[in-house]
């Protein structure tokens, strides 16, 4: 690369790539520690992937569980957020915490250069000394392959393409997914629809009286065993994994909320299943999880087989200018969560501030301090 290219870059101590959850608590630490950082999200306005989420999803942990470092969400022990909750939050917070982000900008790619790192993006290139990846997996939807998927001629979406079931009534619907996002779909769409609903393997769901704040209870301690070199007690997550928010009790007090496993094959109209029956299907709706976003990072070559990075914490073994965060228990235990992120986006500015010395030598922002937290 000559000096024109290298002077023409934008430089900074830390590019933190991706503008949802996991950006924005990273983001507190670091301006906490007046670290010299830019924030850029590809999305058009603040609140990241919550905005794609379908209209009436609804968070299984209370709005004091679902909060990001430094200030709660509004509506205390007692309120379940909705998406509209979650995303009005986190564009207060950024406002709030005054978080420099540049949008929309989409990176491309992310190579190694001698003085660090070289983002490219479609409007322009960055140099930085560190990169913090936080693109999440929203925009990485994965659907299983079965046989003649490609010749099935209704229709097919995503939960991550799910709007609600204003044009859904009166069809004939698979949900697939045993996940909370299969059971709160499918509670809905079988109010209006004839709806089947597909797992793997029965449905696990939490007593009543339990919510994400157990969960992330279990998380933390799994995280402290693993710190402690214990074995982690609880490898099946414990007491089950559907959430019974009002939408899913509902479906079970009208006696829909019950599963089947899963078909053997599609055919032009709908499926077929193990017994060998056929079922005419008009829509299936795949709740079946995502992929960590990572193709911004295929440019560094260091994802294995499985599209994933090594990383110790949150830190990538084969590239030390960069960090993960926010992509799963690969990167943090309950690091996908609201509340989960604090504890990988803490430790992950601690490294970073770390490795850039000592924070009075770095190059800072104006200091703010935290009278706003």
């Not at 609140?47 to 794609?52: D, L, M, T, V």
């Not at 990988?344 to 770390?354: K, N």
Request: charged share 20%; hydrophobic share 40%; glycine share 10%.
């Amino acid at each position: 690369m000559s000096r024109r290219d290298t002077a023409s870059l934008r430089s900074v101590d830390t590019l933190v790539i991706g503008g949802g959850q996991s950006a924005l608590a990273t983001a507190y630490f670091l301006r906490r520690w007046q670290v010299n950082y830019v924030v850029l999200d590809d999305q058009a306005s603040p609140g990241g992937a919550w905005q794609n989420a379908w209209p009436s999803l609804q968070l299984f942990s209370p709005a004091q569980w679902s909060s990001l470092p430094g200030w709660p969400m509004p509506g205390g022990e007692k309120h379940y957020p909705s998406r509209d909750d979650v995303v009005t939050y986190l564009r207060a917070y950024e406002a709030r915490y005054a978080v420099p982000v540049v949008r929309p900008v989409k990176v491309t790619t992310v190579v190694a250069h001698s003085d660090g790192l070289r983002v490219q993006t479609d409007n322009g290139d960055w140099l930085a000394r560190t990169v913090i990846s936080a693109t999440g997996s929203w925009r990485s939807p994965y659907v299983p392959t079965y046989v003649g998927q490609t010749s099935y001629r209704g229709r097919q979406m995503h939960s991550a393409d799910y709007r609600g079931v204003d044009d859904l009534r009166g069809l004939r619907v698979l949900v697939v997914g045993g996940g909370n996002s299969g059971a709160q779909i499918f509670a809905e769409v079988s109010r209006v629809s004839e709806a089947t609903w597909v797992t793997l393997t029965p449905p696990s769901y939490l007593p009543d009286d339990v919510d994400g704040r157990v969960l992330f209870e279990r998380a933390t301690a799994r995280w402290q065993a693993t710190q402690r070199g214990l074995p982690d007690p609880y490898p099946d997550n414990g007491l089950g994994h559907i959430v019974m928010v009002p939408s899913v009790r509902a479906a079970r007090e009208r006696g829909d909320l019950h599963a089947v496993r899963a078909f053997e094959r599609f055919v032009e109209d709908g499926v077929v299943w193990r017994d060998g029956t056929h079922s005419p299907v008009d829509l299936v709706i795949w709740c079946t999880g995502f992929r960590p976003a990572l193709a911004h990072l295929h440019g560094l070559q260091i994802m294995d087989s499985n599209g994933r990075i090594r990383v110790s914490g949150t830190r990538a073994v084969d590239a030390p200018r960069l960090w993960l965060v926010g992509y799963g228990d690969w990167t943090g235990y309950a690091s996908a969560t609201l509340i989960g992120v604090m504890r990988s986006a803490r430790a992950t500015a601690q490294e970073v501030v770390a490795f850039l010395g000592e924070p009075e030598a770095a190059t800072t922002q104006s200091r703010k301090g935290d009278a706003a937290g």
